[in-house]
């Protein structure tokens, strides 16, 4: 064998047993304990399709922003923090509310007129038929796997136990009469799947569960089903004014002590001022973890992670980076706004950037796209996950969509 032929063998061999790695860059206020979670989802969602693909971490996050003199600079007082309600169709403003308050359809439900004593003296009323099958419901086998596969199957009793015995549900009982009594399955159940993620994400458990909108109406509807052997559904009584009461009649307000507040908000901008400010140690950080990578390199990153990597590659030429993937990022709307800090207004993508795939979803209000910024230098993937913000903004990884735009183009 000549050198020539050796070196093609060598060159051969070299490619078969090259092993693509997919970099997760992390966004905004994401720490250890939040950023293992999401790592784990994202790696059994390539290894599903691509076993023979490595997924690296790059955990930014303790180059992040902290208090760095014991939280001397914030005022020792109460604070009101008022969020907004996007108006939406009325399933995403009800999980938007049920999100803040699981209690939510059972207080509109308690508005409605008690019924006329049933001419039946010594008949069953309907509220103790109802308050029997919610306190007695035994999950069925494919119930008690959806919620095991939804996260929630460890506090479902606590969280049933907490609807029962809380004001809102004993006040909608005596609401209900013989004629709508399948009005109310679905609103229970809507509530204890609610009730369950609130007290799961009291537990810190990350990332936020149910991300999966189609998971969690699935849940919903095995739920109900195992209260009613009828199909069932939002009774039209209910709907109307519930659009009406959520997006203009609610107090969507979150009050607290002052630093409990801002210690729960603080990372998130906290990060994105320490980032336009002092970037270059959490770029600088990335391109460590691009180096010590087996080639070809994709980056998967998230928000703010998004930013850092347009920043890093725009300004060093990392030839083993094949695929920037960025989700949910606001690097092309920081461009034309001209606060890119890689990049001016005006000037060109330099040659030797990677391919760019953006994924967006248009609920996600911190999503933006980039064809129209970067003609013919970014593609853009729209997916959907029927999910309120600011929840949408953490919902790609669980999205079905997400993962068919990346998969396919994964060298």
Known sequence: MNNTEEKLCVGIASHLTTMTTVIFVHGTGIREREYKDTFEIIEQKIHAQRPDIKVAPCLWGALGAKFNDNRASVPLEDATLALSQPEEDADIVLWGQLYRDPLYELRLLSLKPKPIKSENAFGKKPRDILQSRVASLTPTSQLEAKLQEAGIAEVFEQAREAVIRSEPYKRALLTVSESDLSEY?????????????????????FPPILTDAQLRDKVVELLTL?????EL????????????????????????????????????????????????????????????????????????????????????????VELLVTVGSQAPFLYEIN????????????????????????????SYVGNRIFPDRV???????????????GAYWTNAKTWEAIISRLP
């Open 185 to 205: 399955y679905a609103p229970i159940a809507r509530a204890v799947v609610a009730q369950a993620m609130f007290i799961s994400e009291q537990q810190e458990k």
């Open 233 to 320: 559904g939002l009774g039209g009584w209910l709907l109307k004014p519930f659009v009406e009461l959520a997006q203009y009649g609610g107090t969507n307000y979150v009050r607290g002590n002052r630093l409990e507040l801002t210690d729960k908000i603080s990372p998130m901008p906290g990060d994105i001022l320490l980032y336009q400010t002092r970037g270059e140690k959490i770029r600088a950080f990335i391109q460590e973890q691009i180096e010590e990578a087996e080639p070809p390199v994709v980056l998967l990153a998230h928000s703010l992670g998004g930013i850092a990597c347009v920043d890093l590659l725009v300004q060093q030429q990392l030839s083993q």
């Open 339 to 366: 606060a890119l800090y890689s990049l001016e207004y005006g000037q060109l993508l330099p040659e030797h950037f990677p391919e760019w795939l953006n994924i967006y979803d248009l609920r996600d209000f911190l």
């Open 379 to 393: 593609q853009d993937v729209r997916v959907d996950s029927r999910q309120p913000f600011p929840r949408s903004h």
């Open 226 to 230: 195992a209260l009613t052997e009828t």
